[in-house]
C-alpha cells in the first residue's frame, strides 16, 4: 500500500467517561497545526454529547463512528482503525487536553528515528501540562528484555513439581518514569529515546505493523493493553519511541473530578470487576507471564477506581459519623455496589449478545 508522505489519520476514543469530550475535542483542533485527518469514535455516549459530536464533524469535517452499545478501548479503536488509509495512525482518548506542537513532534520522532509506535509525554491533573503521568516506562531487567525481544524464556523452566506462582517464561515488574514528579523539576532528564513502553493516552502507529501483527487484542477489555501493544510490537521487529516534546495531560487520572450521572453506566462497565479480571488474566496467559505480586496485587485491588470515584464521594456526606460506623457504612456501600456492578455488566453483556 502506498501512502502520501506523512499522511496521517488521528482516531479519538472513550477513555472512561465523556465530561471531558468536548473540551478535548476543541483541544485537539485549536493545538494541531499538523494536517490530519478524524476519526471520532462515539462509544454509545449521552444524548447532549451525541448531538454535539453530530454538530462538530460538520463543522470540523470528520468522520463520526456511533456505536449504540459499549465498546471496549480496544474495540473502539479498531472500529477506528478500520477507517484508516495513512501511513501513521495517532491514537488519543476523549479526555486529553494537548500542548501546541504535540502532533508535529510526534511525526518527526518518527521520521528521523524510525520508530514504529512514538508516544507523547503524559501529565495528569489541572493546571495541564505540570504534573508527570507517564514519561515512558519498562515492565523487565535490560537483560531480561534483550531476551524477551527474541524470545527467549527468562524463567527457568522446571518439572512438572514446578508451583504455580513460579511457572511461565517471563516475570514483569511495571515501572511508569518520572510519575507524579512536577514536570518543571524533571525536564531536563526527559529525552528522546527508545523506552519499554508508552500508553495509549497519545500514541502514534506506523499503520504498516497492523498488517504484521493484525488488529488490537480485544482480549483486553479494561487495562494493559498499552504493555501488550508494545510487546507485540518489539517482538514483531519493532522499536517504542518516547517524544517529550509532545506534551498532553488527561483529566482523569484518580483523584478525577467528580463523575457526572451520564458517566456512570460507562465508568461501571469499563471498570467492572470482571472486564478488570479477564483482561489481566488474559495478559498473563497470553505472555506466559509468572503469577507473582505483580497480579496478585492487582487482582486483590479489583474495583478500586469505582470505589474510589463513586464510594468515596458518598462518605463524605457522612463525616460526622465516627470512625468506626464509617468502616461499617463503607463495607455495606462497596458490597452493595460490587453487586449493582455485576447486574450493569450483566445487563450489557445481554445487550451486546442479543444483537
Given at each position: ?42 462509544n ?49 482518548d ?41 514519561a ?26 514446578q ?12 515501572k ?34 497492523f498488517?504484521?501483527?493484525g ?15 508494545c ?44 472486564w ?38 458518598l ?41
Amino acid at each position: 500500500m502506498s501512502f502520501a508522505r506523512h499522511d496521517l489519520t488521528i482516531v479519538v476514543v472513550p477513555r472512561e467517561r465523556f465530561q471531558f469530550a468536548q473540551e478535548s475535542l476543541e483541544s485537539l483542533y485549536e493545538n494541531t497545526a499538523y494536517p490530519f485527518k478524524l476519526v471520532y469514535v462515539d462509544n454509545n455516549s449521552p444524548t447532549q454529547l451525541q448531538k454535539y459530536l453530530q454538530s462538530a464533524a460538520e463543522k470540523y469535517g470528520f468522520q463520526l463512528l456511533r456505536s449504540e452499545r459499549f465498546l471496549s478501548p480496544n474495540q473502539a479503536r479498531n472500529l477506528g482503525l478500520s477507517q484508516v488509509k495513512s501511513q501513521y495512525v495517532v491514537f488519543v482518548d476523549n479526555d486529553i487536553i494537548f500542548a501546541p506542537n504535540w502532533l508535529q513532534t510526534l511525526v518527526s520522532c518518527a521520521e528521523e528515528t524510525g520508530a514504529t509506535v512514538v508516544g507523547s509525554l503524559v501529565c495528569q491533573y489541572r493546571p495541564v501540562h505540570t504534573v508527570v503521568h507517564c514519561a515512558g516506562g519498562d515492565y523487565m531487567s535490560p537483560d531480561d528484555y534483550a531476551k524477551f525481544i527474541k524470545g527467549e524464556p527468562t524463567v527457568t523452566q522446571t518439572t512438572e513439581a514446578q508451583t504455580a506462582e513460579n511457572s511461565g517464561k517471563w516475570q514483569i515488574h511495571e515501572k511508569t518514569y518520572f510519575q507524579n514528579r512536577g514536570l518543571a523539576d524533571v525536564r531536563d532528564q526527559l529525552h528522546r529515546q527508545p523506552t519499554g513502553f508508552v500508553e495509549f493516552h497519545s500514541m502514534l502507529v506506523r499503520t504498516e505493523i497492523f498488517d504484521q501483527v493484525g488488529l488490537l487484542d480485544e482480549g483486553f477489555s479494561c487495562t494493559k493493553e498499552y504493555l501488550d501493544f508494545c510487546m507485540t510490537v518489539v517482538q514483531a521487529g519493532g522499536t517504542v519511541y518516547l517524544e517529550p516534546a509532545s506534551v498532553v495531560t488527561f483529566l482523569t487520572h484518580p483523584p478525577a473530578p467528580a463523575l457526572q450521572w451520564a458517566d456512570l453506566p460507562y465508568f461501571m462497565v469499563r471498570w467492572s470487576d470482571s472486564w478488570e479480571r479477564d483482561s489481566l488474566l488474559h495478559f498473563q496467559r497470553k505472555w506466559h507471564l509468572v503469577d507473582n505480586k505483580y497480579f496478585q496485587k492487582r487482582l486483590k485491588k479489583l474495583g478500586w477506581r469505582r470505589r474510589e470515584e463513586m464510594i468515596q464521594p458518598l462518605l463524605e456526606h457522612f463525616s460526622f459519623l465516627n470512625g468506626t460506623s464509617r468502616k461499617w457504612l463503607e463495607k455495606r456501600l462497596v458490597k452493595l455496589e460490587k453487586r449493582l456492578n455485576h447486574y450493569v455488566v450483566q445487563q450489557h453483556s445481554r445487550r451486546v449478545t442479543s444483537k
